[in-house]
C-alpha cells in the first residue's frame, strides 16, 4: 500500500511564544496541526466526551502535530488553534442564530490579539504586574491555561458540592490568577484578600486590564440587525462551532 500524505498547517499562537519556558514545543510560537479526518468527527459525536465536557479538548488533542503536555496550553493559543481547527475541516463561514436572527461571518476575518511583550515582568515567565487603581496594592497575575480552568473547575464542583446555592466562579478564579498582593506570594494570604479585601471597582479594573493584554481571538464582530440597529456580537466557541449544518 502507498503511504499516504496528510496535509498539516502551521498555527501561529497569540503568545508568540513567549510565555513558554525555554526549550518548551510551544516556545518558537507556532505549532502544527494536520486537518480534521473522519476520525476527529467520530471524537465529536462521541457522547461520553460531549457529558464530560472535553469534547473540544480531544479534538484539538487530535488533530495537534506538535508534541507538549497539553495542560500547558494557553487559553488563548488554545482559541486561536480551535479557530484554524474550525477553518481547516469545514470551511470560513460560520453561521449561528444570535437573538432570533441568523448570522453568517467570515471566520478568516477575526483578528489576532497578540501578546505585548512589554507587559511581562521578565522574559520566559507568566507573570504580569497591575496596580489597583482605588487602593494602590500591587498585584501579579498569569494568564490561564489548560491546566488552571481544570483546577478551577474542579475547585467550583467541590464548592457547590458543600453548598449547592453558592456561587464561588468569580473568586476561585481571581484566586487562580492572582500571583501575589504586594510582594507576598503566600497563597492563604492571597485568597484571604479575594474574600475579604479586594474591592469591587479594583476587581472590576483588574478584569478589564487582564482581557485587555490576553493574547487569543477577538471574537466580536460588528452586525446590523434588520431594524437597522448594529450592535456587538460575541462568537460563541461551543460544540457546534464544528458542525456548520447545526
Known amino acids: 500500500m502507498a503511504e499516504l500524505n496528510f496535509p498539516t498547517e502551521i498555527v501561529e499562537l497569540p503568545s508568540k511564544g513567549l510565555i513558554y519556558p525555554e526549550g518548551h514545543p510551544l516556545r518558537s510560537g507556532k505549532v502544527e496541526m494536520k486537518y480534521m479526518t473522519a476520525r476527529e468527527e467520530d471524537i ?18 487530535s488533530l495537534l502535530i506538535t508534541k507538549f503536555d497539553y495542560d500547558d496550553l494557553l487559553i488563548g493559543d488554545k482559541d486561536a488553534i480551535m479557530l484554524s481547527a474550525r477553518i481547516l475541516g469545514y470551511g470560513k463561514n460560520y453561521t449561528f442564530e444570535y437573538l432570533g436572527e441568523s448570522i453568517t461571518i467570515d471566520l478568516t476575518l477575526l483578528k489576532e490579539k497578540s501578546l505585548d511583550k512589554s507587559k511581562l515582568i521578565s522574559t520566559n515567565t507568566n507573570e504580569f504586574s497591575f496596580v489597583l487603581p482605588h487602593t494602590d496594592n500591587t498585584i501579579t497575575f498569569k494568564l490561564l491555561t489548560q491546566k488552571d480552568e481544570k483546577n478551577i473547575e474542579a475547585e467550583i464542583e467541590g464548592l457547590k458540592k458543600i453548598n449547592k446555592e453558592a456561587n464561588n466562579e468569580l473568586t476561585t478564579r481571581l484566586k487562580h490568577m492572582i500571583l501575589s498582593i504586594n510582594g507576598n506570594y503566600d497563597q492563604k494570604s492571597i485568597r484571604e484578600f479575594v474574600d475579604n479585601a479586594f474591592l469591587a471597582r479594583d476587581s472590576r479594573a483588574f478584569r478589564e486590564y487582564y482581557n485587555a493584554i490576553n493574547p ?4 466580536k464582530i460588528k452586525h446590523e440587525f434588520i431594524e437597522g440597529v448594529e450592535e456587538d456580537v460575541n462568537v460563541q466557541f461551543g460544540i457546534n462551532f464544528f458542525w456548520p449544518d447545526a
Open 216 to 219: 487569543g481571538v477577538d471574537t
Open 44 to 61: 465529536l459525536t462521541n457522547q461520553n466526551y460531549i457529558r464530560q465536557g472535553i469534547v473540544i479538548d480531544k479534538l484539538l488533542q
